[in-house]
């Protein structure tokens, strides 16, 4: 055998014939290290890992043609090229024509400084791996597997990022949107079905106007096509003898977690702030709410999120600080905290003082208005969750009226379809069983 050293990284919970191949090819080129991927990386670059690390390990270390296991912590092959110099490094090829190709070239640039080779072995697409890939899909879209998907995710990545989805297509996007950034593989790890996008798509205002059916319509549209853990905005939650039934729907669902916001009465959007009439719950009450939550779910997974709105309502830091020490007394499982000022400064305050006599309650933010904060500056100040509520929607509205001006200003549609997805496109978005 020759004494090269070959270096490989898999990313999988299961091993089909297509790693099986490239484990071959590396075997005829020298001793085997496998990487095994570890969990942080596996949620940006793949999807969630199903086995622990450890049972990836053991399941790679019992194939016979592997030499040695490790575990890459890295996505990108900096640290693993730098400790074990391998004289090639295996790949399939399909990273390419993907955000993918990032990790080829970072490839490509290591081994190019010592003379190493990358080895690209055909990926093996067939009716059996396929089968295999779309099996591991759809087990991670299972009810009891996606629900304890939240509380996985808050122990394996600094900060949840969650993205707002409304519709089939919108979730489809939150799912495989993919982008390489500079040293990372970036993908969102939740998705937000939002009262104010859900009405809106709706053509109606943000009232809790929109009825729990309707909303668990929307989550199914959601559910049917994606993986990702899914957490719904609840609104005020309604009456608590209403709110226990709603919070057992949502778990047999396989929703991840309901945030239900500190309001009582008619509520309205809370970017409105106090332009509108808007009364906050008593601290007495909204506990009681979410102590029959809790006393109602029947997993232990389900999570019940407390939205502080004393920010929004101009009732100041003290206020918030009480209700949330209150809230989590009550049982919540985190809390969010609003704010409608451009600044982020008042939500990092919140936070810091929190933090200072809770340092585990996961704390969502909604950086809609103070969205120049980055994700890193939100996690340095103990946040876990980042939720950007409604810009997909956003994004979405002018593009279709602007299109709808255009062909009625043009008489046709031919000046409009430059800026329109591809017919090819959407057809690849939208996944055929
Ligand atoms: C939503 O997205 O519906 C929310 C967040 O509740 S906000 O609109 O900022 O109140
Ligand atoms: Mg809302």
């Not at 890992?49 to 053991?58: G, Q």
């Not at 199914?220 to 608590?240: A, C, N, R, S, Y």
């Not at 506990?287 to 502080?308: H, N, P, T, V, Y």
């Amino acid at each position: 055998m020759s004494d090269k050293k070959v270096y490989t990284c898999f990313c999988t919970d299961v091993i089909h014939e297509g790693h099986l191949n490239i484990i071959k090819k590396a075997k005829e080129l020298g001793s085997v290290t496998v990487g095994v991927l570890c969990d942080s990386e596996m949620v940006r670059y793949n999807r969630f890992p199903m086995k622990t690390v450890e049972e990836r390990i053991a399941m790679i270390k019992a194939i016979p043609e592997v030499d040695d296991v490790i575990v890459q912590n890295h996505i990108m092959y900096d640290e693993v090229v730098e400790t074990l110099h391998p004289d090639y490094i295996v790949h399939g090829d399909n990273w390419n024509n993907s955000a993918l190709v990032a990790i080829k070239n970072n490839i490509t640039e290591l081994l190019a400084k010592y003379g190493g080779e990358l080895v690209e072995v055909p990926y093996t697409y067939n009716e059996n791996t396929q089968k295999i890939d779309r099996q591991m899909r759809e087990k991670l879209a299972m009810p009891e597997l996606r629900r304890g998907r939240l509380r996985k995710l808050l122990n394996i990545v600094p900060i949840v990022k969650t993205i707002e989805v409304h519709s089939g297509i919108t979730g489809l996007i939150a799912e495989k949107t993919i982008v390489a950034n500079g040293e990372h593989i970036d993908q969102f790890d939740a998705m937000w079905i939002s009262s104010l996008c859900d009405s809106t798509a709706k053509g109606k205002p943000d009232i809790e106007l929109v009825d729990m059916t309707s909303r668990f319509r929307t989550i199914d549209d959601v559910m049917e096509v994606t993986t990702k853990p899914i957490i719904f905005d609840g609104d005020t939650g309604g009456l608590t003898e209403h709110f226990v039934y709603t919070v057992r729907s949502l778990e047999r669902m396989g929703v991840s977690a309901v945030i239900i916001e500190d309001k009582t009465g008619l509520k309205k959007n809370s970017l409105f702030g106090t332009e509108v009439k808007q009364t906050q719950d008593t601290i007495e009450h909204f506990c009681e709410k979410i102590r029959a939550g809790k006393k109602a779910q029947l997993s232990d997974e389900f999570m019940i999120i407390a939205r502080i709105e004393s920010l929004i309502l101009e009732q100041g830091m003290e206020d918030a600080l009480t209700r949330a020490k209150a809230f989590v007394g009550a049982g919540a499982d985190g809390i969010m905290i609003h704010s409608r000022k451009k600044d982020p400064a008042e939500i990092l305050e919140f936070c810091d003082k929190f933090r200072e006599f809770d340092k585990t309650t996961p704390i969502v933010v909604v950086p809609t208005s103070f969205n120049t904060i980055t994700e890193d500056e939100l996690a340095a100040h103990g946040v876990n969750i980042v939720i950007y509520a409604n810009q997909l929607t956003r994004a979405a509205f002018p593009a279709m009226q602007q299109t709808a001006e255009d062909i009625l200003k043009y008489h046709r549609a031919y000046e409009v379809d430059s800026r329109l997805m591809s017919i090819k496109n959407i057809i690849t978005l939208i996944d055929e069983i």
